[in-house]
């Protein structure tokens, strides 16, 4: 149980363009769910935290015109990156909770992003 | 301010022990969380703590002091596949989830 998929596993895309990130949770109802972002041999940043039908909470430095957050169901978020550019190759990880257990997070399985 | 302090890198042999510290300073406390994430993967659920004491599973088992602001991870009988980073979280007073930088262990043969 506690399966969380993202989808697409990685993807290029050329400077300028938007990419639109999903992070479903399969066998549980998310009412939170969290987006990271990681560079090569960093820890992972908290991006943002969005609640299904609310609008997302974004942490400090990042923003929010620029990486887009939907939270529409309870299973399903994205998020788009617009205007993409070298520096926002990254890998981004979703996580998602039922808020039911600990507070515990189950994290997708990450997709890579480059920008070229 | 919160904080959270690990080791950055760790190396032991295969087959012995290891011990991964954590300390932290946060606004509260709802309980601590360790996560192992293996190079170019998301971290995976290792330990839930909230209560102080040892829980133990498997070859793994954590160690929680808050009256210390401390908690440990200890790995027993080391596998290769244990080479990853090992992530110490804490759920703050607003369940906020706080990271650690996270520690990269090096297991040798």
């Known amino acids: 149980g506690a399966v969380v998929s993202q989808h697409p596993s990685w993807v290029i895309c050329k400077s300028g363009t938007s990419v639109k990130i999903e992070c479903r949770s399969l066998?549980?109802?998310?009412?939170?769910m969290f987006w990271y972002r990681q560079f090569p041999k960093q820890s992972l940043m908290l991006m943002a935290t969005s609640n299904e039908g609310s609008k997302a909470t974004y942490e400090q430095g990042v923003e929010k015109d620029k990486f887009l957050i939907n939270h529409a169901s309870l299973t399903l978020s994205t998020l788009t990156v617009t205007s993409a550019h070298p520096e926002d190759s990254s890998f981004y990880i979703c996580?998602?909770?039922?808020?039911?257990?600990?507070?515990?997070?189950?994290f997708g399985p990450g997709t890579r992003l480059t920008v070229t | 301010g919160q904080n959270i302090d690990q080791p950055t890198e760790m190396t032991a042999t295969e087959g012995a022990i290891v011990q991964i510290n954590c300390t932290y300073q946060t606004s509260g406390f709802n309980g601590l969380f360790w996560y192992q994430q293996h190079a170019g993967e998301a971290p995976t659920f290792l330990s839930y703590n909230v209560l102080d004491g040892l829980e133990e599973k498997g070859r793994f088992s954590s160690f929680l002091s808050r009256s210390k602001g401390y908690s440990y991870l200890l790995l027993k009988e080391l596998q290769m596949k244990d080479s990853a980073s090992y992530l110490c979280?804490?759920?703050?007073?607003?369940?906020?989830?706080?990271w650690g930088a996270g520690t990269k262990l090096i297991i040798k043969p």
């Open positions: 066998d549980f109802q998310a009412t939170t």
């Open positions: 996580s998602a909770s039922s808020g039911n257990t600990h507070y515990e997070q189950y």
């Open positions: 979280a804490v759920i703050d007073s607003n369940y906020q989830l706080i």
